[in-house]
């Protein structure tokens, strides 16, 4: 039996052992600041791994890894850095200490971890032309958990009266609402990026990040990210996430500390970019043009990171690849992809898709010319002149947005006005690599919204239906489907408006009908033209889904006539010409302000052995030995041919 003195003296000792861990913990902590990545996976291609240690002055100490023999260790001219370089091949799952010692004591001590990969990791299935993208902006989505709109980690709150503020959304809202998405028929998801954005202001566009292996704290947390991703799995959504490559914010910890002085390019004073990137692939171009494109800062906010340092750039491919693994994500968005370093980008999306085959990433490469967003694209003929290979395998068509914007406002066609411009820009696909592999759209974050520009529910379902079943990957921007506009001309904000419905405090909701409203708490639901918009979006999206001719098919054009474009997706039976069995879907749409007569021998290539063809979105039928049909003014069909 212990006496007084006894048990005093344990608890004595007992809370000493407490006090002494706790501070051996907090020194620990201060000393070894960051650790990225802080785990890697099993059976990796990419089974180098190169983790970066970051605290004050760790550069005077050495290094012990257990367990992983340490194939390099690189010291920068900033102390705080090490760069410790391990092997992970034919390593098993486990916890690997990595320690920090002064001579022989240990100073500092993190348990780095190897983890399983999922079950076929490496092969995993990405979007394609088989896919409807739906883009959203998440801050402007839906607002879930109000708790977060003030982070004590984050600078800027939440304020929706502030037009160009964060205003809320977060990761629940989008979980809360992937039903909706998948009711409209899309089967991919865009978000804008959702890492750490702690600029003071504007930052709810998360295109200047501070912290790249953290989401934001105002959105969740790194678990609920991937929660996301695994629920829109659930309801056989894919999940594509936005890379930022080229720029890093300001407010970033490596920027605040920088590990080399070449980590970002360098000026005297702030230099901006001149987002001239036609000089990438100029053979005229001089190098101060190139310089001043490739590597000024894209904003005050957004130094230039210096890929051609080769610790960035295996810096931002592990930071790729841990996400891909971490979340499962299915593929990638990568921003002002041509502003990047011409060969460190190409190496970093060579990375990528060695270790991930076929995982699908598009680029932005914001030009308006073919040639010029064809050079982009992996084993193009066209960046095959100066032996340039980016690897990319989607470019997205902005000459295609160009005429979107402009073309349905022309109802008269002329040489070069009207319907004739898609004909000419799709003509020009001979200069791409892979044309089915090419994001088409009405409109992004970044551009005019069509609903603006074209207001009539008319135009938007010419638009939609030209985007939907020509080659490549359409892609929708929230709120389009209900009619939403904006105005570029009043700014980013205008064009990034909250969608109806996902905060509390909303009336009205665009994510129900005015019939379903009542069970989910709101005044009002859908508004006549919202509903108009949001089934015609529905419907033909649906359609889309489950049809292999426009997925697959190939694409025969003709020349426009009276601004009536006619054009066919179709399929050989055993990839036979000419044969019996060909499938084919016939889209006809006539944006003169008239209607017009088509003949049918015009389009007789498509229609032989054809009698009729059904309309799908109105379920009209049309008789190939009428000889002609008339197409409504602002009209448009598509037709299974029977």
């Known amino acids: 039996m212990k006496t007084d003195l006894q048990s005093k003296f344990t608890k004595w000792n007992k809370w000493t052992f407490m006090f002494v861990l706790f501070f051996a913990n907090a020194a620990n902590a201060q000393l070894l600041k960051h650790v990225e990545p802080a785990n890697w996976w099993v059976n990796m291609e990419h089974h180098e791994v190169q983790i970066l240690l970051h605290g004050t002055n760790i550069a005077n100490f050495q290094v012990e890894v257990a367990g992983l023999p340490m194939t ?42 190897l983890e399983e990969r999922m079950n076929n990791s490496a092969q995993r299935e990405s979007y394609t032309s088989a896919d409807v993208v739906y883009l959203l902006m998440p801050d402007r989505f839906a607002n879930a958990n109000e708790g977060l709109d003030a982070h ?16 809320g959304g977060d990761i629940m809202g989008i979980i809360q609402h992937l039903n ?20 003071e202001t504007y930052s709810y566009h998360g295109y200047a990040q501070s912290d790249l292996y953290k989401i934001d704290p105002r959105y969740g947390t790194n678990s609920w990210y991937k929660e996301m991703v695994l629920e829109a799995h659930r309801q056989g959504l894919k999940v594509i996430k936005d890379e930022v490559p080229n720029h890093w914010s300001s407010k970033h910890w490596m920027i605040q500390d920088l590990p080399t002085h070449d980590w970002i390019h360098q000026f005297p004073s702030f230099t901006r970019s001149s987002y001239r990137t036609s000089t990438q692939m100029d053979p005229y171009a001089s190098q101060k043009d190139k310089h001043a494109s490739e590597d000024g800062w894209f904003d005050t906010t957004m130094p230039d990171m210096n890929q051609s340092n080769p610790l960035l750039l295996n810096y931002l491919i592990q930071n790729t690849i841990w996400w891909i693994e971490y979340a499962q994500l299915d593929g990638l968005r990568v921003d002002t992809y041509s502003y990047n370093d011409k060969e460190a980008i190409s190496k970093w999306t060579k990375a990528i898709t060695d270790e991930y085959p076929r995982l699908n990433i598009m680029g932005e490469v914001w030009l308006h010319n073919q040639a010029q967003i064809s050079y982009w694209q992996k084993d193009s003929p066209i960046g095959a002149i100066d032996y340039y290979n980016s690897y990319l395998p989607t470019v997205m068509d902005f000459t295609l947005q160009d005429a979107i914007m402009v073309a349905f406002n022309e109802p008269k066609q002329d040489w070069d006005k009207g319907m004739v411009r898609f004909y000419d820009n799709f003509s020009n696909d001979f200069q791409y690599k892979d044309p089915s592999n090419i994001l088409v759209f ?91 918009y949001f089934q015609f979006t529905k419907t033909l999206l649906n359609w889309r889904k489950n049809n292999t001719i426009i997925h697959e098919g190939k694409l025969m054009q003709f020349v426009p006539e009276n601004n009536v474009y006619v054009y066919a997706r179709y399929k050989e039976p055993n990839g036979i010409a000419d044969k019996p069995g060909r499938q084919v879907v016939l889209v006809i749409i006539n944006n003169s302000s008239k209607d017009e007569t088509i003949r049918w021998d015009r389009y007789q290539e498509m229609l032989q052995g054809k009698e009729s063809g059904l309309d799908v979105l109105t379920n009209q039928s049309f008789n190939f030995d009428l000889k002609t049909a008339i197409i409504p003014a602002k009209t448009a069909y598509i037709l299974e041919l029977k």
């Open 152 to 167: 004590p980690e984050t600078k800027e709150v939440t304020n929706r009266s502030n037009p160009g503020g964060r205003h």
């Open 72 to 113: 390099g260790i690189v010291k920068t001219e900033n102390p705080n850095y090490l760069f410790v370089t391990v092997e992970t091949e034919g390593k098993v799952a486990g916890t690997y200490p990595i320690k920090l010692m002064d001579k022989k004591k240990e100073v500092a001590h993190f348990d780095f971890k």
């Open 180 to 199: 909706y998405i998948k009711e409209l028929g899309a089967t991919a998801i865009w978000t804008t990026p959702m890492l750490e954005d702690n600029e």
């Open 442 to 532: 009405m409109e992004n974050h970044d551009t005019k919204r069509f609903n603006e520009y074209c207001p009539n529910l008319a135009d938007y379902k010419l638009a939609l239906t030209l985007i939907t079943t020509t080659r490549g990957i359409p892609q929708i921007y929230y709120g389009s489907e209900i009619g939403m506009k904006g105005s570029k001309e009043i700014g980013d904000a205008d064009i990034r408006k909250d969608f109806p419905g996902g905060w509390a405090a909303d009336r009205h909701t665009g994510f129900c009908s005015s019939e379903d409203v009542k069970c989910h708490g709101y005044q009002t639901g859908r508004t006549p033209e919202e509903e108009a």
